[in-house]
């Protein structure tokens, strides 16, 4: 079972940066896919990033390309999410996920939700206008 923790998330002014981070525990963690999410209330969750298991192929949804990076460091068990240029729209809860790559042969990324197999319990990030 692998447990995840956000970190980083709290009030930033439009057009300024913030930087989450999620520590993954109880397993190997460069067996995961690594994902980041972020749902507002009444909305579907949508995915931000994920990245593979080594780092080097980050994934961005269109929209969001060119104002946040993904990346990770499977020495401290990390994986980070840099977002600049905050909009008032990107206010949300930020999740972490994780998703196996046994469960999951043949996939580098990993861009929906229902694939991931680990969640963690989301940071808030608020953009005041």
């Known amino acids: 079972q692998v447990q995840l923790v956000e970190s980083g998330g709290g009030s930033v002014q439009a057009g300024g940066s913030l930087r989450l981070s999620c520590v993954a525990s109880g397993g190997t963690f460069s067996n995961y896919i690594m994902g980041w999410f972020r749902q507002s209330s009444g909305k579907t969750r949508e995915i931000v990033a994920s990245?593979?298991?080594?780092?080097?192929?980050?994934w961005y949804p269109a929209p969001l390309r060119g104002r946040v990076t993904i990346s990770r460091d499977n020495n401290k068990n990390t994986v980070y999410l840099e977002m600049n240029n905050l909009e008032f729209e990107d206010t949300n809860v930020y999740y972490c996920?994780?998703?196996?790559?046994?469960?999951?042969?043949?996939?580098?990324?990993?861009?929906?939700?229902?694939?991931?197999?680990?969640w963690g319990q989301g940071t808030q990030v608020t953009v005041s206008s």
């Open positions: 990245v593979d298991w080594s780092g080097n192929y980050p």
């Open positions: 996920a994780a998703g196996s790559r046994s469960l999951h042969p043949g996939l580098i990324v990993i861009a929906t939700e229902r694939e991931y197999d680990y």
